[in-house]
């Protein structure tokens, strides 16, 4: 069986990745139906494309005609469309599994990491789409440069962001795979730090034989991995922004207009580069982006213009709006070093205005296993407001609620909010003109901006 058969059904089909599997099957002509929770702009897109949505599980939601089952790997085994497409006698692959089916003849990019994943993916395929290499990509967030998430291509390159969530990530043998950081993350899952680095480690020793593994020397993590497997038969480069780096942004100069670096090669200099987005993490990112698209004998020029023209992915760093003075950011944080991260470059981008976050923490195992670092990440922000838990697929662990956290953060000044309406009117309430609001998190906060101006307004 190809994977270009149908009918086909997904069941969570509003995930960013389940969403494009049918949206590139959609593109193909392959009939599609799906399931999920709730409706989303991405089931929007997806049934906008032909295909059968429907909200809410059930065994008959699964068509007669349908001959594969496609499941994220948030459903749990006795989802009852599961269970009926076993009791027919269906084949089922994971999320995972259908997208390595779909790249099968292209030369693979795998960006895996903790954070920065989708920014990088994002920024790849922007470059190569500006160089006329008509890349396939599947993303795990909306581009505003690529007017979506996925995209079948007609080029021999495929860009596809490596989810590390139950070992998503080992379902590729990549050509080029891009480590941009590992830090301990989906302990709920792993159960330790030691398993997660691992799954990296393995992700790594996946890299077809003579390809390249790319890794961002800046971050112990990915620095050990590719320490470690020093000895594998493909090429290692390492990027970053410090020390000594094959590949190295040098001379790197901040501004409230973004960054400026110069893009340096094995020590030799390639050329200035400006990057559009503020903040130390983008100048990794782009880094990263440009190595690889270089790796595709990209020119150089082409790789600094595609990057200078980067307005980001969706949900990281995206102005919502302006009211009463007052500008509404959002963005995607949902662990402490990339709060960090988002706030670092808040500072940068907005010098001497005040800075307020409302956050929605993401998963009660999320805040409890990482409590000390949330408890110390949110300096350099003016207020912050904790809303209530976008709990997934999880149930509530005592001590380690959105109101809990909200006590215990010291600085700054931390409130809980218990609904998005509460949310929206405390951020209007503190705001005055020329402060800045970012709504931060992985869930639904993103919610609260366009209340929050209606407030202000």
């Not at 962001?161 to 080029?176: G, I, L, N, Q, S």
């Not at 999880?394 to 509460?422: H, Q, T």
């Amino acid at each position: 069986m190809t994977p270009m058969t149908g009918p086909v059904h997904l069941v969570g089909v509003g995930g960013m990745h389940m969403s494009a599997i049918a949206l590139l099957l959609r593109a193909r002509g392959v009939e599609v139906s799906g399931s999920d929770l709730r409706p989303s702009n991405l089931t929007e897109k997806v049934a906008a494309a032909g295909a059968t949505v429907v909200y809410g599980h059930a065994a008959a939601n699964v068509p007669a005609s349908t001959v594969l089952v496609v499941t994220t790997a948030a459903a749990q085994d006795d989802n009852p469309e599961l269970a009926e497409a076993r009791r027919r006698g269906l084949p089922i692959l994971l999320r995972a599994e259908m997208v390595a089916r779909l790249m099968e003849g292209k030369r693979v990019v795998a960006v895996a990491g903790a954070h920065g994943k989708t920014t990088t993916s994002s920024l790849i395929a922007h470059i190569l789409v500006q160089a006329g290499r008509q890349p396939m990509y599947l993303l795990g967030g909306e581009s505003p440069d690529l007017g979506g998430h996925a995209a079948w291509g007609e080029g021999d390159i495929c860009v596809v962001e490596a989810d590390e969530y139950k070992r998503a990530f080992h379902e590729y043998t990549p050509e080029v795979a891009v480590i941009t950081n590992v830090e301990p993350d989906h302990l709920d899952y792993y159960g330790t730090p030691e398993a997660y680095q691992e799954a990296f480690l393995e992700f790594g020793r996946r890299v077809r034989q003579g390809g390249l593994l790319l890794a961002c020397a800046d971050d112990p993590g990915a620095r050990y991995v590719s320490d470690v497997l020093g000895d594998l038969p493909i090429r290692h480069e390492t990027y970053g922004a410090e020390g000594v780096r094959f590949w190295l942004a040098d001379d790197v100069r901040m501004s409230a207009a973004g960054a400026d670096y110069t893009l340096l090669r094995g020590g030799a200099r390639l050329g200035a580069v400006h990057a559009s987005i503020p903040g130390i993490h983008f100048v990794r990112n782009s880094l990263a982006a440009a190595a690889v698209a270089l790796h595709f004998d990209v020119p150089f020029e082409t790789v600094r213009d595609a990057i200078a023209s980067f307005r980001g992915a969706r949900r990281r760093f995206e102005q919502v709006g302006e009211a009463g003075g007052v500008l509404v950011m959002d963005d995607y944080a949902h662990h402490p070093t990339e709060v960090r991260a988002t706030i670092a470059a808040a500072r940068a981008a907005f010098p001497g205005q005040r800075l307020i976050a409302v956050y929605q923490p993401h998963t009660y195992s999320r805040i409890a296993y990482l409590w000390d670092d949330w408890l110390t990440c949110w300096e350099g922000l003016d207020a912050l407001i904790v809303l209530e838990t976008y709990a997934a697929r999880e149930a509530p662990l005592p001590g380690r609620s959105a109101a809990d956290l909200a006590a215990a953060v010291v600085a700054p000044a931390a409130s809980y909010a218990k609904d998005f309406d509460d949310a929206a009117h405390q951020a209007a309430a503190m705001a005055r003109p020329g402060d800045v609001v970012f709504t931060v998190g992985a869930g639904d906060v993103v919610e609260v901006g366009p209340r929050l101006l209606e407030a202000l307004e």
